[in-house]
């Protein structure tokens, strides 16, 4: 793209689904600390998130209460959960609402699954972002998604939800070709996961969650 803004800020849209509903694969071996594991995650992905250089604001969208106010403390803008149809309609409510707010900054979707996230890894992501108008980072297994950008004045059009990859390389998205962002292509649905992240480094509310389960 032309006219890369080497400085470009962006605001974070950030879907967190339900706590109750949340990290449905995680339910056999975590029991009833399923709920708490979705807000740590969350928490320690809005953390890297507010850490972040680039990143001018964190927009979370979510229709849990207790997430809500919790990320807000960690310093998110929650917004609700419109129209609660999913997750990519979610994330377009969230997008308008960053839009209003910060014109001049991109809308920058990310999964709220990243608990080994860090802050300088982001920066880098969304520097490639901003050379593109609408760019995405692929998940560990190549599969899906974690992060979807679009540059001011890009239309935002988030297909996150199964082979994500393949959706947004198809709509004309540029996937971001970062070797060392491991953290950020980590997202946690299975124990598996859950347990390579943990050998990555986890931020502190999942740290601490873990450390307590003996995990
Ligand atoms: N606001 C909002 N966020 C959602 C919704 N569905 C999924 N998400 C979020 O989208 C991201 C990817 O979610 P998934 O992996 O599909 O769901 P999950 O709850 O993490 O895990 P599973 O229940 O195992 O599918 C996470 O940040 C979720 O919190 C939704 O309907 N609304
Ligand atoms: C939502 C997605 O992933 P997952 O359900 O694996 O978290 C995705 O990769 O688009």
């Not at 001018?56 to 929650?78: K, M, R, S, W």
């Not at 969230?94 to 209003?100: C, I, N, P, Y």
């Not at 994500?164 to 962002?181: F, K, N, P, Q, T």
Request: proline share 7%; glycine share 8%.
């Amino acid at each position: 793209m032309t006219g890369v803004v080497d400085d470009q800020r962006w605001s974070l849209v950030i879907p967190v689904k339900r706590l109750a509903a949340a990290k449905s694969r995680l339910a056999a071996p975590l029991g009833r600390h399923r709920a708490e594991l979705a807000l740590a995650i969350a928490s320690d992905t809005v953390m890297a998130a507010v850490e972040c250089p680039r990143v001018a604001e964190v927009i979370v969208v979510t229709g849990d209460p207790l997430a809500a106010g919790a990320l807000a403390d960690l310093g998110a803008h929650p917004v609700a959960d419109e129209p609660d149809a999913g997750l990519n309609p979610a994330l377009r409510h969230g997008a308008r609402s960053a839009v209003r707010r910060r014109p001049d900054a991109g809308v920058c979707a990310m999964s709220a699954d990243l608990p080994a996230l860090r802050a300088a890894e982001l920066d880098r992501v969304l520097a490639a972002a901003a050379r593109h108008a609408t760019a995405f980072l692929a998940d560990t297994p190549g599969v899906g998604t974690t992060l979807y950008a679009a540059s001011p004045g890009a239309a935002f059009r988030p297909g996150f939800e199964g082979s994500s990859r393949l959706r947004h390389r198809a709509a004309g998205a540029v996937e971001i070709d970062l070797a060392d962002v491991p953290g950020a292509r980590r997202d946690v649905d299975t124990l598996a996961d859950l347990r390579e992240a943990a050998r990555l480094g986890v931020g502190p509310h999942t740290a601490k969650l873990l450390g307590r389960l003996s995990f």
